[in-house]
C-alpha cells in the first residue's frame, strides 16, 4: 500500500524554524520527492523538490531559508525551515512524483498535510 504520512507542523513564531518529515510507504527512491503548499483562498504551489539522490529544486520564494533533503534508507523525506515568514502560514503537502517538477499537475500522489502556522 502506498502511503505518504507528514509530521512536524505547528506553530511559530517569525523568524522561528521547524522541520517537517514525510514517511512514504509503498515507492520505490526512483520517484521525485517533494513539499507543496496551499494557504487560505490560494492555489497549491511548489515549494521543493528532490531527486533520489540531492539535487534540488527550490521555489524563489524559500531559497536559502528552507533545505529539502531524503533520507533513502528510512523512505523519509525532510523540510528544514528556518527564518518563517507570516506568508509561509499553509498546509503542506508531501508529494511524489515521476517528473522533477514543482507543478502540482506533475505530482502522482500526495500525502494528508501538515499545518504551519507563523504568527506573532
Known amino acids: 500500500e502506498r502511503r505518504l504520512v507528514e509530521s512536524g507542523g505547528g506553530s511559530v513564531q517569525p523568524g522561528g524554524s521547524l522541520r517537517l518529515s514525510c514517511a512514504a510507504s509503498g515507492y520505490t527512491n526512483s520517484y521525485y520527492m517533494g513539499w507543496f503548499r496551499e494557504a487560505p483562498g490560494k492555489q497549491r504551489e511548489g515549494v521543493a523538490t528532490?531527486?533520489?539522490?540531492?539535487?534540488?529544486l527550490y521555489a524563489a520564494s524559500v531559497q536559502g531559508r528552507f533545505t529539502i533533503s531524503r533520507d533513502n534508507a528510512k523512505n523519509t523525506l525532510y523540510l528544514q525551515m528556518n527564518s518563517l515568514k507570516p506568508e509561509d502560514t499553509a498546509m503542506y503537502y508531501c508529494?511524489?512524483?515521476?517528473?522533477?517538477?514543482?507543478?502540482?499537475?506533475?505530482?502522482?500522489?500526495w500525502g494528508q498535510g501538515t499545518q504551519v502556522t507563523v504568527s506573532s
Open positions: 528532490i531527486n533520489s539522490y540531492t539535487t534540488a
Open positions: 508529494a511524489v512524483s515521476r517528473i522533477f517538477s514543482l507543478r502540482p499537475s506533475d505530482v502522482n500522489y
